[in-house]
């Protein structure tokens, strides 16, 4: 199919069938564009109550540019790819020194953290420009709506179905605010991922080639992505009268400027993370438990064995010894070693 009988059948379908989400409700760029920044490869379930204590705590893009750092990595604190919270600051600051929201495409892929696909999905639905936001949803939809077996890995083919979505946008400013959304609804809720399309749920299965000719669960076609690394970490939770110890990891790469429990390279046995202890200006004095975990990133896996420890002694000069995690933002990474460590602080001995 061509996609021009598109817009009028999914657009009545999206008014009458999307989800009532937050940043639905507005114009405002700022509530936007931190909606937008928030979704990137995050799921709306996850992001609605991040998004309510965000704008509560920082309800102007000044309010933003002038927060503590530490605030509001605290509060990204479990969203994970924590550089869009860095990201979102520095553009935030750029906006008020200028004093307004950029309202193009051009002018908002100059903002940090902003890529083709952010600055379209803004544009349109802040602005009412004509840009057309491709994400995975948009990518499976067309490919299914047009029986397209080309691979998705490619920047060309999404920039050919960029392409096309953009020539067939309506023309009236409130359809053109909510044509983007409504392409991504379709993928999110109808013509899902990871399982059949609900084709007899959708609004212009009569106009799908790939449902025509039951080509549409093979479709998108996707390379395979490249494996993994797996690394082995050593974590210690360390406790010293009442207190655990903390440290902040590096200002650049992976969870930047966050902070962790202190650890070590390698799955180490018992003896050895006591020599890599007291390499830190500790005495091992009890030893308390032993914890597994792995966390998952895009391109990493960290296989983790943690230990649980008393000690004495100063340790090293970039330990922070701390009674609570409420003030520290530790990644999620962490999640295991951190309920183990607010249940050691809350057993006071």
Known sequence: MTLTQLP?????????????????????????????????QTRVAAVLSYYARFLEAF???????????????KLWEGLGYYSRARNLQRAARL???RGRFPDTYDGLLELPGVGDYTAAAIASAAFARREAAVDGNVLRVVTRLTDDPSDIALPQTKRDIQA??????PEA??????????????????????????????PVRDLCLGRARG???SLPVKSPKRQRRAEDKTVFLLLREGRIALRKRPDSGLLAGLWEFPNAEGALDEATAGEVVRAWGLEPRAWKSR?????????????MTGYTLAVTGQGSEDFVWVDTLERHAVPSAFARYCEEARVQLGVRS
Not at 164 to 169: E, M, S, T
Not at 291 to 303: G, K, M, P, S
């Open 164 to 169: 096309r979505v953009q020539a067939v946008f």
């Open 8 to 40: 009028p059948p999914l657009l009545a379908w999206y008014r009458a069938n999307a989800r009532d989400l937050p940043w639905r409700r507005t114009r405002d760029p700022y509530r936007i564009w931190v909606s937008e920044i928030m979704l990137q």
């Open 215 to 217: 080509t549409a669960e």
């Open 291 to 303: 914890l597994t975990a792995r966390h998952i990133f895009t391109h990493v896996e960290w296989r």
């Open 173 to 202: 400013e409130e359809d053109v605010r909510v044509f983007n959304q409504a392409l991504m609804e379709l993928g999110a809720t109808v013509c899902v991922p990871g399982g059949p399309p609900k084709c007899l749920l959708c």
């Open 95 to 97: 906006v008020a020194d």
């Open 59 to 73: 309800p102007t893009v000044e309010a933003l540019a002038n927060a503590p750092e530490d605030r509001l990595m």
